[in-house]
């Protein structure tokens, strides 16, 4: 569920929290379900401790702390996760799967209800994040960036949105609305957008992840930001799960359809099939 501005939001939240502290201690809850991709907890625990947080950055919805001794520490919240900054003091939260204890009495927490998130070290991030797509808030993204990520797949423009290997960032909510303010229908053939459609979808996209990074994120149902705060951008979607009520722009009724095993909400009026 964490999406760009999601991820993005509880990295500006965090950042001047963690960077300069010291990992002190780590804590790892036991779980049939592994939360450690490619060590032992035990292993894991051991490579961290004493490190420094000198980074944090994100890549597409990765998150990567860099720790001193060139070593990097790669989140991926995947549905349900959250990565909190609290005081060693505050309660435990629900679905805790690991914390680390920093120099200055503050602890970093990871939670996760439906434990798909993963945790990696990682001497070169690129081994993880190097097969994803271009950033689309950066500004060397430009329409004809898009084009090449997408242009050449025959597959409907949502799902290809959703591959983060064509495109960075984007998930269900986000490919929905930008579909929706670009009025292009989410089953459209990626590689059969006009000029004039490749544009608008770059414009919207962009415009699309600013604001719900202006509104910290979409809380649609377990995302919170570093501090354990709900976004409001669930408050200002015009398609995503709106079925059955009206177009905020022509009145028709929002439909809802699977597209690639996802539900995909779109206006029928707005953005038809045969384009516009
Ligand atoms: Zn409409």
Redesign the pocket.
């Known amino acids: 569920m964490p999406e760009l501005p999601e991820v993005e939001t509880i990295r500006c939240d965090l950042y001047p929290r963690v960077c300069g502290r010291t990992i002190t201690a780590v804590r790892i809850t036991p779980d049939k379900v592994p939360l450690i991709d490619g060590a032992s907890p035990a292993a894991f625990a051991r490579r961290l401790k004493g490190r420094r947080i000198e980074g944090l950055s994100r890549r597409g919805k990765y998150l990567i702390l860099h720790l001193s001794g060139d070593l990097h520490l790669i989140v991926h919240l995947r549905m349900t996760g959250s990565l909190l900054h609290r005081d060693a003091a505050a309660p435990a939260e629900r679905y805790l799967r690991a914390v680390l204890s920093l120099d200055d009495g503050t602890e970093l927490r990871f939670a996760d209800l439906r434990k798909l998130g993963r945790l990696r070290l990682v001497a070169d991030p690129e081994e993880i994040v190097g097969r994803l797509g271009p950033e689309p808030l950066e500004a060397a993204f430009t329409a004809a960036a898009l084009k090449r990520a997408i242009g050449k797949r025959r597959a409907p423009i949502k799902a290809v949105l959703l591959d983060q290997r064509a495109l960075a960032g984007l998930g269900n909510i986000y490919a929905d609305e930008a579909l929706f303010a670009a009025r292009i229908h989410p089953q459209r053939p990626a590689d059969n957008l006009s000029e004039a459609e490749n544009r608008r979808l770059h414009r919207s996209i962009r415009r699309v992840l600013r604001d719900a990074l202006e509104n910290r994120g979409a809380s649609f149902r377990d995302y919170v930001d570093g501090g354990g705060r709900e976004g409001r951008h669930q408050f200002h979607v015009k398609v995503f799960r709106r079925t059955g009520r009206a177009?905020y722009?022509?009145?028709?009724t929002i439909e809802r359809i699977r597209l690639s095993g996802r539900g995909t909400h779109f206006?029928p009026?707005?953005q038809p099939q045969e384009g516009n």
Not at 249 to 252: D, E, N, P
């Open positions: 177009c722009v022509c009145g028709a206006c009026r707005c």
